[in-house]
């Protein structure tokens, strides 16, 4: 396998491909221009200045570029970085793609599309299994290409099917924990609560926002999805059953000013929320652990309201988890 | 023209067809049975009490019911109440329609379908015109004979039309005012924005709420009716007017809290929710000052943070304005 | 099995020893005084008046007394209530416990205690384990006695340890797909968490706040027991897991207003938070589910910030799930 | 006419009397002095750097100083900038007035002025247009040549008369809407309102708060003012009428934590409250908008919660409308 | 000493003159019609019912009546009541006075005038003692004879001046900790924080707000009494010292939301604050304790967010210390 | 006595050993690295530069640090600065101790335990006198030598004392107005309420949080040293002098999200936490005015809502009173 743009070490120099994942312009006290570029592929993220820049040097050179950069790595402060030899654009004819250069989900899409698919037969409600076999279809390769968010959870490439899967794993503990559960019903909720992202952002890498996504946002998406696939379908779109899908995406964030315009009024609803608020946190409190020393507190976590977590010194189980990002 | 339940003067009799707006079973400490009931017809409401009542009394004579009464309008402790002397179902082959027995906007109907129609005529951009036609002929009915809400504004039949009336003049004078605002787009905007009341209410007497406007609220309602719609009508389903519309109506409640899943992020988005929310306050405040003694405060009006309003001890203009309520 | 008091149809008469759950003095308008009195056993509660009370009546048949009465279940506007034909305080030596007129939870103690006691083998971390069986053993008679609350959920007979029980089981599902959590210390913080309560309340019946859970609360309760038993154990006070585990117990209400002294700071009381809060959310609902009917809303549930939840029509899951209270 | 800062063009020279808007010390890392200068006249704003500076250049060129430039206008990472070859301070006899350095409103003063005063002779009551006529003659100067504020919305010279005379013409259109209205207490209002603003901000250029600004306020210093009016005119000071036009003053802020002491009671004070607000967001808004490109956000808006506002690709009414600052 | 209404027994009968607080109709269930009374006199409040009344009754013994009952005490359900034989309104010239009815604060008003006045002495700066001597003479009556709110502390004749008193003692022992403290200001701010409740109330009996409390409130009224007295005493309207007087009333309730316009900008503003804020709570908390059995809990106590203050077994202190209502 | 650091004056040399309070590495724009030292010793702080640094620099200088300085003060864009000669590190063995470089309370640490010893003898209740008396013995020697916290207020050698001390004096004048109050639980809470913050913090030199004081915080810490003092001291751990002093302890904050598990409900409590409030709040100001010029007003003060506070123009008593840090 080919080294990456993490396998290398301190010293040593490389000839890569990589994706400018961030560049800005800035200028030195004696108005010198340079730009601070943040470079990724599949393995991470390192940062260079590229030094004596020009105003047509940082067009070219812009977010979201593909880049030849010929450097070294070497340690400043503590920190990596890479010294710039030279480096050029590559164009779109030789080949690569912006998601060849994203961190991936932990696990494989197809291992992830196969048991996803495993749930999706326990869906036993008709209106719902054809729903949300409709929707999987036709959102195929986004929903297994695209990440969860732009940066707080599960900002990965897949990390929407991933989040999606974890979610469902969670939904079988506590439907077989409480019997009272409809399990279809939370099952293709879980499959559809966050499948408007892939209208909502623009892709697995260098992820903005879509002008839909921050002017109607993912949960009226894929409720209009859901009504323009029961019309297409012929299904009747004054159903209970129609309806109580509906709610279950529209209500899933759990709180209006999440965005939510309506708060759960679901059993399952409001288990879907849960589980996803969970899911979340997990996530992004191991991410932060994980980045963090044992014995100390990580940074202060902003999507878990700015609390720092404790690593404690004797953490096996953390030790010994999958790294995530 | 017929007496009305509000033109009988205390001590006279009538004999009257009445709907029951609210029946209640009480009893009194000895345990004897009594209905509680809330008559109503177009001039009003008055409350009477139908003693030694049976379980199956309260049954027959319940909230939504259509009665003839015969009885008496009488003073008790400072307000009006009727003494029933006899009452009878009205069967639903003798011609009454519930509609008959609820107060009415202070404008009438055609009235109000013709101005608004001069507005309609303002809305100059093509996707815009066809979604607000197309919706407005397919909830003709609805649209002009529904209260705005079921309690807090406007709950009178043809509310919905006078509420969206009033908020066009409103926009007319604000637009002559502020010329970079895109008239089109706010008039669209107000025709369009409540009308997903007509699937949110059960209709304009004994107004509830239906499970669609409990577990999706209006907002949706009338944005997945847009886009319904624009998929009959062929429209770009992507393209940015369509997505403005969405946004106006999707965002005019203007917070989260009362269930925008967006907050305005338009100028006529913004206006929108203000128009709004001013011309429900000036409704509710207006009508509970028209039942407030001059130099007194009001009853604390819920809609308006509890706040009591005062009435002014000369107070010429609101003695000269038609009644609301 | 004898007959208890819900086993009753209307009409019948009986003899029963029952628990006063709550008196009330009440007097009619012309002045004469009766008691409201709300009896149960473990079936459940029915309402019944007695009438021409005296104030010396209110002081015997007051909340929390046993008494034996005569009487007969009568339908009073769709409610069942009682009509007394007389009712004598039992004695103190006639062999009857408060703790009998008590509903219980749905599963038996002795399973309760089987099951519980299988998670505490998992915990490997030898300062907690020995500290969780010390505590167990300390307050084995109320644990499996008391309920989990005065009235929000788990309100009955045994509700503390199904609580623990229910949320252990939780515990076991995350665990199992999160394999970064330490599964000993998130177990060892599901047993303790509310143990705390068996100081905080007064026992299963008629249940009331102590002094000490009102100015205390069974958060800081628990972790004073805790560095007591430490003491009497021996352990070191200063080390890294008792402090660890005191923050479990201390932070588990997750949030500064509802009494944590501290927010969760470790992954694993993150988690216990969670399932604590989801377990009762969990339970409450579906408690106000199980008393609506289907096609219509809960009541509005406090705890869940006042929202009613749906029952769908067709509800099978529910319709087969055992009935909570 | 003379050519102004902003009619320049790149590496155009010029010799100008210019206002220092802002002046900051900052050094460079290897310990020089420089000063970060803002340059303004009422065509807009520049940056320029003056290096080399000493401690006493510092004191010499400060905040609100007027200073005749020679220099020439550059292109700098996409913004102006003055590159300064000579510096002086124009002394006080040169005949130059700061406020000539400012923008203005986008309307004329005399044309506001007898705007303003149409609307004033709408003013019926004898109190509140004495009142008025007192106070617009006793502050005249000042009312017509100060900001509405320091940096939220129409921060421009005339800018306190531009949103009064603005809020007129929107009290116009709802007056006329809502006959119920007291027309001439709402003109009153809206021409009171923010007249303390005079006795709040140091003036049109450099503004500032005063310190009775920060420790009283404009709602209560232009009530005082009305107060002592009253005494001077020996109006009854506890006549309903003062008290109505105090209200007006007190409340308009709307919100406790805006600093209103009292919340609207008065229809007529909930209207001038929901006027000047709009008023505002509207001018915020519009001035945002113009200086963002089409199909893209603005940046986040301090005045309106945060949000960013969108400006449509189309948008015609913007693009003919005059530009605020 | 004459007996007053508290210092009856149970069946003991009286003839006296009583003041009614409260007045309210009722009628039974078979509508009769009767009078809910509450008198009272200096020593207290007895509640009693009027039966078989007509409207006229209800006119005539309205809330604020003076009244000569002749009637029994008894007791009814464990609290008194008063069985009425027979009741006169008295006539204006009967020289009775509402005031005569109402408890009185537990100090005597010319001790507390002495007290008050030593500490008037103390204040050195001329601007403040001029306005404090000024305003205290104008509101002389008035302010040893209102109370200081109208119902949740200090609700009783001559409270007003009571608490005024009490925060100088507690400002004294703060200003002899704290010498950094201006002592002058912070006792002319005690003086004068609450002085503005003799124009927002209507007096010491009965207690309502004026239009003015309601729609100006006492921060804003003292801050124009002051405003006025320094235009006739010919002070500079524009010195600092009157500006931070002025402040300290302004910011006194040291929260938007609670009324005051500028929260607390000086030492002094803030210490005010919190002077009032204990004075309040003292006082709140001590009545309710005083008005609970040792070892229970009191009601919640609204203006302290509703908690519940426990009264201790062993409570010696409360014990000795006088009654307050 | 030897001249400390801030007694030297612009352009003195000298040769001291400091403290380095503070030290963080940088990078000018030319990318040669150089540390931002803060220095400190018992007389308060100065900046310098360490220029050329290597990251071997960066770890021997480090924050806590003690050092030898020869250097120069300088005056430096109007604050003073050190210029640095040269630099070493003081060993372990040279007898230097890190609360040396520490600013001190502005009260001597004997004179603070007399006094406080004093109020000791006044706690009458023997449980209560008991616990404090073996807890001061305990904790002695940190008592008097940790600051009262980490920067807000009273963050000085000795802080800790102080605030105890000042707190006692306050409540001595409480008491005094109020003799309602429980002295002896009054002083016993002061004294006891901040002791846990010798557990909280690292100590008075370079003060952090200990992951105790992070995960349990001071509240809960000295609730369990009271209940483990009374276990060796064989009290009555259920007796309610007991849970009085603990609810003290536990509530002392007074707002859940300050971290108090229980609200003050007790007279005492409520007493206690607003004294302490008091008395952090005027140290903070006073701190704050103190490094303000007259007439202007402090930067925002965090702890007290981000307020700025007047320094007033003639301010003698401030001027005349101990400056704090």
Redesign the interface.
């Known amino acids: 396998m080919l080294k990456r743009l993490l396998d290398y070490n301190d010293g040593e120099e490389f000839d890569l491909v990589l994706m400018i994942k961030n560049s800005q ?1 800035r ?5 010198k ?1 340079f730009l601070v570029l943040q470079f990724s592929d599949s393995s991470g993220e390192i940062r260079g200045n590229f030094w004596d820049a020009t ?1 047509q040097d940082a067009a070219t050179f812009s977010t979201g570029s593909i880049v030849e950069v010929n450097g070294k790595r070497e340690e400043y ?2 920190r990596p970085q890479i010294k710039i030899y030279s480096m050029r654009v590559v164009g779109p004819d030789e080949g690569y793609d912006l998601s060849q250069f994203v961190k991936s989900a932990p696990e494989k899409i197809p291992d992830m599309k196969e048991e996803i698919n495993k749930y999706v037969f326990e869906i036993l409600n008709p209106t719902w299994t054809r729903i949300v076999r409709y929707l999987l279809k036709k959102w195929d390769k986004c929903f297994f290409d695209y990440p969860a968010g732009k940066s707080n959870h599960h900002a990965v490439r897949g990390g929407l099917a991933f989040h999606t899967l ?1 979610m469902l ?2 939904a ?3 439907a ?8 279809s019903l939370l099952y293709a909720g879980c499959i559809l609560h966050d499948m408007g992202k892939v209208l909502e952002l623009t892709g697995p890498a260098a992820t903005q926002y879509t ?2 996504g ?4 993912h ?2 998406l894929i ?2 999805q859901i ?2 696939a029961a ?1 297409e379908l012929k299904l009747d ?2 159903s ?2 129609l ?2 899908l ?2 279950m995406v ?2 899933h964030h759990g709180k ?12 399952e609803a ?2 879907l929320h ?1 589980i996803d ?2 899911d979340a ?2 996530y992004a ?2 991410n932060a ?1 994980q980045h963090t020393e044992k014995g100390t ?1 990580t940074e202060p976590i902003m999507s ?2 700015g ?4 690593r ?7 030790d ?2 999958r790294h995530l990002e």
Do not use: C
């Open positions: 312009l200028h030195t006290k004696n108005d221009l105003n402060q503590g974890s794993r969670d079988k503990g506590l077989d924990n409480y019997t009272q559960v409809n399990r002008p839909a921050n002017m109607v946002g949960l009226v409720d209009e009504m323009l019309q779109l004054d209970e059953d309806l109580l509906r709610h529209l209500s209006f000013e999440y965005g939510s315009p309506k708060l759960p009024q679901l059993l409001e288990l849960r608020d969970l946190a997990v409190i191991t652990l507190f878990q309201d609390r720092r977590f404790y404690p010194k004797d953490d096996q189980a953390l010994n988890s």
